[in-house]
């Protein structure tokens, strides 16, 4: 048997980790200016978790879901998202003790057994934030501008990007929208696909996200929530909407849009890129002030989002292809003889111990082939050769102009950086 990744879950190597690598490091610090901080909840829950979380009539947990028993025979799963993972940790840990809100963030690897196609793997991973404890609209204003500002500081322009934008009501208004629903689709469930028969009794509101064809037309008449609001939740989205629009924020109302997760309550969106093809989603996120509950803490409200990784990359590489080529090193080292070659890992050791990203040749390559493989891959090579030992002395050449200079060893050694520029 060929031993080969499993379908749907690949390797990023290492040209495109660069990429993933600046991003992760612009998502941390722009998290932490929001005054998020990190959470590094485990890759395996109990299946339990997102059964009570994000439901069992939803098609993440009922088709997507890794569940597996232990050596114990506890079901486990691999966790399809993060949302429920972080609240199990936030009552687990008591962190809503702490007399403020808890502002969490995480970054990491899920799983959902899908159809692989462009933009939708079985192993992705998300970059995702939580705010727990407040009710406040400016709160859910604050997530969607953070969702903005990201797009911004990653390089995607604005009118590459549409916000959808919802609101699903609470659970004192859910009831009668269901209803609704209800009533709406039972009248033409002959039109419906299998799946959305089940769904019918077990909750309407999943029909919503049905992408089959047969579905939609019945969708598209189906009745909205925002005609369902209590009067509380009306006001919530309203000022919700006058923030956005003092802080700028472009959105697109979309009635349809339920987000196929059941721990949602009134805001619900998605920020869409206009050159993705079919997922086009590159991230979602919305209110879930019931979930705290649900999963056995005190009640306490919540609003997030959480977006992939790979539909990022995929966007910003197809604007800008990987540059595999970008040299890595700040110093390639070519020594020119056996004791050379000794002199020159000691070198090595101390240019890496002083910060200087530096490398050489294992491979006994002649110096030909050895200024090569610098010049792909840094900018100066330090050339150490008989004369230079003799002497005490380096030989670096700047591969960019072509220009060369002989330094002292300790000289250079004593503040490296001054010479590299
Ligand atoms: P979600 O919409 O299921 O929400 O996933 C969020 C994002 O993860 C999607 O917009 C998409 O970019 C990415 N994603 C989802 N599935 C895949 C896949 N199979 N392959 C590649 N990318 C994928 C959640 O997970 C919620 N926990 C978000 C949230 C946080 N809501 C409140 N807080």
Redesign the pocket.
């Known amino acids: 048997m060929k031993l080969e990744s499993v379908r749907g879950m690949r390797d990023i190597l290492p040209e495109e980790a660069v990429l993933w690598q600046r991003l992760e490091g612009e998502i941390r610090a722009l998290f932490a200016l929001y005054g998020y901080k990190e959470i590094r909840p485990p890759v395996v829950e109990p299946a339990e978790l997102f059964a009570r979380g994000v439901g069992e009539a939803t098609d993440?947990v009922h088709k997507e879901m890794y569940v597996f028993p232990d050596k114990k025979g506890q079901m486990l799963a691999l966790r399809p998202?993060?949302?429920a993972s972080v609240v199990r940790a936030y009552i687990e840990h008591g962190l809503y003790a702490k007399g403020d809100l808890a502002k969490l963030y995480y970054l990491g690897p899920?799983f959902?057994y899908?159809k692989p196609q462009k933009?939708?793997?079985?192993q992705?991973h998300?970059y995702?934030?939580?705010a727990l404890g407040s009710l406040d609209p400016a709160l859910d204003a604050e997530v969607i501008d953070l969702a903005w500002h990201l797009m911004e500081r990653v390089g995607l322009s604005r009118e590459g990007l549409f916000l959808r934008l919802n609101s699903i009501g609470c659970r004192e208004d859910r009831p009668a929208y269901r209803e609704a629903l209800r009533a709406h689709f039972s009248a033409r469930r002959e039109e419906l696909c299998a799946d959305c028969q089940r769904r019918l009794a077990e909750n309407p509101l999943r029909i919503l996200d049905c992408k089959e064809p047969q579905c939609q037309e019945a969708i598209a008449a189906a009745p909205k929530s925002l005609d369902y609001l209590c009067p509380s939740c009306r006001a919530h989205f309203e000022e919700l909407l006058s923030l956005l629009g003092d802080l700028g924020l472009a959105y697109t109302l979309d009635p349809r849009l339920v987000?196929?997760?059941d721990y949602?309550t009134r805001t619900v969106f998605?920020l869409c890129s206009r050159e993705l093809g079919a997922?086009d989603?590159?991230?979602?996120?919305?209110r879930?002030d019931d979930l705290v509950e649900v999963l056995g803490g005190p009640p306490t409200p919540g609003?997030?989002?959480?977006?992939?990784m790979?539909?990022l990359v995929l966007v910003l590489s197809q604007r800008q292809p990987l540059d595999a080529a970008a040299p890595d090193l700040d110093a390639y080292v070519v020594p020119i003889g056996a004791e050379a070659r000794r002199k020159a890992l000691e070198l090595l050791a101390q240019l890496r111990r002083r910060g200087v990203a530096a490398d050489l040749d294992y491979l006994g390559r002649s110096l030909r082939k050895a200024m090569s493989v610098a010049a792909r891959r840094a900018r100066y090579a330090l050339l150490l050769g008989p004369d230079e030992l003799a002497q005490g002395r380096l030989t670096l050449k700047d591969l960019r102009t072509g220009q060369s200079s002989s330094l002292l060893l300790g000289e250079f050694l004593a503040n490296p950086r001054a010479f590299l520029a």
């Open positions: 993440i998202e993060a949302t899920m959902r899908e933009g939708r793997q079985r992705f998300q995702g934030v939580e987000r196929g997760i949602y998605e997922q989603a590159l991230l979602g996120g919305g879930y609003v997030g989002f959480a977006g992939g790979e539909r």
